[in-house]
């Protein structure tokens, strides 16, 4: 999956996205999955169970 993913990225010019990369953003992620609670509601539509409601985060202002 990210071998294919990544030579998208690659053929679309999107910079430093090889395949152990994208390994290492997913590892992230999921270490850090509170982080998402951070994004714009504008961007809450690209996520994975796009639809369901998930509570704001209070320590964030942006």
């Known amino acids: 999956m990210f071998a294919v993913l ?12 090889d395949k152990s990369r ?3 953003c997913r590892d992230f992620f999921t270490m850090y999955s509170q982080i998402v609670v951070t994004l714009s509601p ?4 690209l996520l994975p169970g796009a639809g369901m409601q ?8 942006g």
Not at 6 to 17: D, G, T, Y
Not at 42 to 45: G, I, R, V
Request: aromatic share 14%; hydrophobic share 35%; charged share 20%.
């Open 54 to 61: 998930t509570e704001p985060n209070i320590y964030f202002k």
């Open 22 to 24: 994208l390994y290492r």
């Open 42 to 45: 504008q961007f809450h539509n």
């Open 6 to 17: 990544a030579e998208r990225l690659q053929v679309l010019k999107i910079p430093n996205c």
